[in-house]
């Protein structure tokens, strides 16, 4: 397995610019199994996650095709069977069952393993297609809907922890070729369910209120063939502001939608950080003194959980006591044993990660559990004394598009040492 070598404390200056969403670009590639024609999509990050979903395509009977980051499906014929190993590698394939349901009024896809942030239940996603007139049941390991018919329905997407994103995008991807109107009810306001529901209105769909709370949808009989760029990468925009945060000397991270990653750029701001935000670009100045902070995980638009292991690892050198608590997935905390093994002071009381400000990290051997975690883990090392070797990187490269080659240009002295 390949692993990454972190020299830290050189100071990263410059600018990098940020790839196309992973979280957008899963849901939007599944959404071409619902015309026969063409679609193109530009700007697919080159990642593992983004890969299994074109094997999934694939294997269900589409044409694809990938230049660079635009991806050309032509899903003319597709099959509405998806085994446990050709979706197992990844969570998000679970947002197939809505566009072949749409498209097929049926479909059998096994269920998604395990997920090590926590439990990941579907219930919301199959409550929705329930509503709209389809069966359900549970067999084998394998999700079956079947529907000769799809009605509109009311639907409510609010769950313990909030709307579901991805429930919110499979029931959007089956309502589109139901009889009626469909209205989502506490949908997620995410701006990847607003990319999809754009690219799906491209494709001849009728929805309004995508990026709301609540969503409405005019059945039509077909979608066509369409072409779409995908929205920025917030998650990894926010990354890199973190990345200038911790071991910046002024780092600038263009194209990015500013608006999309305003929790994180007024969370810096409290710290102390001075961030400038321009059109579509966002710069961040150190602060040799910033502060700690209290911080909690929502849905958008407010603070990503898909950011809370990075502002912990930014926060374990932050003057004072900080509080993250982990509304989304309350258990999310992989990084934070592996952050203290370079010296963090971290206390986890339930959801709830205590953070007293250390002086200094020293670069240690960890171990990337989790996508976010793992680029936690980096980003320390950018701080820390020594080297910091993080371990099954496979994590990062699910969606992070060469993390370590965009860190390098910005000064990071930082190696990937792959596998014999
Ligand atoms: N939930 C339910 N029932 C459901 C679905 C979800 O109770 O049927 C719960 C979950 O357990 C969780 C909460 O609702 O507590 C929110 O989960 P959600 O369904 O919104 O997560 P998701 O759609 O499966 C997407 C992203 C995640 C991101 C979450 C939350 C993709 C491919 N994944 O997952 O991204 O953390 O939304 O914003 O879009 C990542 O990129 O690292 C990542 C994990």
Known sequence: MDKILIHGGHKLSGSIKVSGSKNSSLPILAATLLTREPCVVHGVPDLSDTQYMLQILTYLGAQVERASGTVSVTAEKIDSVAPYDVVRKMRASVCILGPLLGRCKEATVALPGGCIIGNRPIDLHLKGFEALGASVRVESGDIKVF??????????????????????????????????????????????????????????????????????????????????????????AGTFLVAGAIAGRGVTVKRVQPDHVRALTDALARCGYAVDVAQDSVSILPNGDATALQLTTEPYPGFPTDMQAQMCALLSTNRGTSSVTENIFPRRYMHVAELKRMGAKVQLEGATAVIEGVDRLLGAPVMASDLRASAALVLAGLKAEGTTEVNRVYHIDRGYEHLDEKLSELGAHIERVKAP
């Not at 769909?205 to 609540?214: L, N, T, V, Y």
């Open 147 to 236: 529907a000769p018919k799809l009605t509109g329905a009311t639907i409510d997407m609010q769950g313990q922890f909030g709307p579901t994103v991805l429930g919110t995008d499979n029931v959007m991807m089956a309502a589109v070729l139901a009889d009626g109107m469909t209205v989502i009810e506490r949908a997620a306001m995410e701006p990847e369910v607003v990319d999809l529901a754009n690219f799906l209105n491209k494709m001849g769909a009728k929805i309004e209120g995508a990026g709301a709370s609540r969503i409405i949808i005019e059945g039509v009989r077909e979608l066509h063939g369409a072409e779409h760029w995908v929205i920025p990468d917030r998650i990894e």
